[in-house]
Every structure is written in C-alpha cells, then in structure tokens.
C-alpha cells in the first residue's frame, strides 16, 4: 500500500530556515514524481515544487531561490529544506506521491516574530 507521511513542521521567526521530511512506504522515492503542497485553512491547496524521477526540479514561483526539495532513496524519504521563511509561508504542507496521487496528513510550519 502506498502511503506517505509528513513530519518537521513547527514555529519558526521570519528569516530562519526549517526542513520538512516525507517518508514514503509502498513504492520507491526515486521512481515516480514527488510534490509538496501547503494550504492555508480555507483557501486552496497551492502546489509548491516537484521532484521527478530523473531529478529535474520545478519550483513555485513563491518559493523559488529560497526552498529546496531533494530525496534520499536510501532512507526512501523526500525533503523540503525552506530558508529565509517569510509570514506568508505559513501553512500546512503536504507530500504527495503524484504518480497515485496519494496525499499525506500534513505538517503544520508556522513562521511569526
């Protein structure tokens, strides 16, 4: 069964730097595409970055140059590092497996001073 699950969230000030870990079960990391998403209560889910399986990366434009998204397929696991966070990162931020569109249950990041 294809599952994925998210962890690293937590509170942060503005201008500091968080990664976020997605461990997946059921498939390999390094064989199918890979997003992360984040949602703020009551507004859609916006799309973040995409990881694919031969490693090209593709970027929000809200977050390019300051995250960074990467996988370790030895521990099977995808990785949002964020730096220079900003207020209007805050959200709850999701892993997807694209390929079976499977959605984990998110990690809460929250950035304030």
């Known amino acids: 069964q294809v599952q994925v699950a998210e962890s690293g969230g937590a509170s942060v000030q503005p201008g500091g730097s968080l990664t976020l870990t997605c461990a997946g079960t059921g498939f390999s990391v390094g064989d199918v595409t890979m997003t992360w998403h984040r949602q703020v209560a009551g507004m859609a889910r916006e799309w973040v970055p995409t990881l694919a399986p031969g490693g090209a990366t593709f970027y929000a434009d809200s977050v390019k140059g300051r995250f960074t998204v990467s996988r370790d397929e030895g521990k099977n696991t995808l990785y949002l590092q964020m730096d220079s966070l900003k207020v209007e990162d805050t959200a709850r931020y999701y892993c997807?497996?694209?390929?079976?569109?499977?959605w984990g249950q998110g990690t809460q990041v929250t950035v304030s001073s």
């Open positions: 997807q497996q694209f390929d079976s569109q499977t």
